[in-house]
């Protein structure tokens, strides 16, 4: 193809009527014999300009497309952002007006199996077991109401120490109503694991992890089936502080996006189903708290984080740690 490439017609024909027609044929120029070699090459020189400011055009056009599109997602991002506010100020409220019902609830409960308890045996039936699964549903709503509470109390960066186990425990918890039945969810964890960190930041990262490990193997489950999802959890001594595995037998990423599954914006979701943020949030966490990531996946088969955290003593300025991604 010639497109874009510029076309001098040098002709003897001197006429308007051919002149015409071959501008009209997409000729860039036209010249005349006789002509003088130092003319052609102004007009060359000229053509050869006109190239260069074209293709200049042509990059800055697209550059200024780019960042209208970014100024779009930052749009979406600051109103989302907006919307989070907001329902951290109304938090508050929400969790005090579950928790008012849920203690005259938890304190009927507590009449009520008193009350069955002195019922004679033959009259008691199946109350106890209908009690229990009461009780276990106002516990269930209790710690949901814990946990909000925690996670939308004002961050203070990281000053304190977090356990990582007690952490993993709550962000499994508000991922659980995602899990169901056709999910597997595993998490071997020692009873004390403690690091140098901000509680709320890192169940935000495990939210997001977990999130994203459910989202796979639905995705999975849903293009071919096999066998039933499975999230395994553990967390692991090492010799100055503790890693954290997690891994989905979920379908996978490929080879091509390892190296940018951390860029915001990146999602390989369908549109309306993921803005490319939560991992991109997820890494800056990580990196404030001094952890290493490793990343491998098999497409079809599994995926597997490995992020190692420091101890609770680590130093005021660490060195500075890579992402490793296999």
């Known amino acids: 193809s010639t497109r874009g490439v510029a076309v001098i017609i040098l002709t003897a024909r001197a006429d308007e009527q051919t002149k015409l027609g071959a ?16 003319e052609l090459g102004l007009r060359l020189h000229n053509q050869i300009m006109m190239a260069r400011i074209r293709r200049e055009m042509a990059d800055l056009n697209s550059e200024l497309h780019s960042a209208l599109e970014q100024i779009k997602e930052n749009e979406v991002l600051m109103i989302r952002n907006e919307k989070l506010s907001a329902l951290g ?10 928790n008012n019902p849920l203690n005259y609830a938890s304190a009927g409960l507590h009449a009520l199996e008193t009350f069955t308890k ?5 009259e008691r039936f199946d109350y106890g077991d209908i009690l229990k699964d009461i009780r276990e549903g106002v516990e269930r709503v209790s710690q949901i109401v814990i946990d909000l509470r925690q996670f939308t109390r004002e961050d203070n960066g ?12 709550r962000s499994r918890r508000m991922v659980s109503h995602q899990v169901g039945k056709d999910i597997d969810f595993r998490l071997t964890a020692p009873s004390n694991s403690l690091i140098r960190g901000n509680g709320n930041q890192l169940v935000q990262v495990f939210i997001n992890l977990f ?15 096999g066998d039933p999802g499975r999230i395994d959890v553990s967390i692991e001594p090492t010799g100055d502080g503790w890693q954290v595995s997690i891994r989905d037998n979920g379908i996978g ?3 091509e996006d390892l190296q940018k599954i951390f860029d915001p914006f990146f999602t390989s979701k369908d549109v309306g189903k993921g803005m ?34 420091p101890g609770p003593s680590y130093g005021e300025e660490p060195e500075s740690v890579l992402d490793q991604i296999a």
């Open 89 to 98: 100020r109304m938090s508050a409220g929400i969790i005090h007006e579950i």
């Open 158 to 169: 990281i000053t304190g120490e977090a356990d990582l186990s007690e952490v993993i425990g």
């Open 23 to 38: 501008l009209q044929a997409g000729a860039s120029d036209f010249l005349t014999k006789p002509f003088s070699t130092a």
């Open 253 to 255: 990423i490929p080879a």
């Open 211 to 225: 999130q994203n490990s459910i989202d796979a193997i639905h995705m999975r489950l849903a293009e071919s089936g």
């Open 276 to 309: 490319g943020l939560g991992l991109s949030i997820t890494h800056q966490i990580l990196q404030s708290h001094k952890a290493m990531v490793q990343v491998d996946s098999r497409p079809g088969e599994f995926t597997r984080f490995q992020i190692a955290f």
């Open 118 to 122: 002195l019922l004679p045996e033959d």
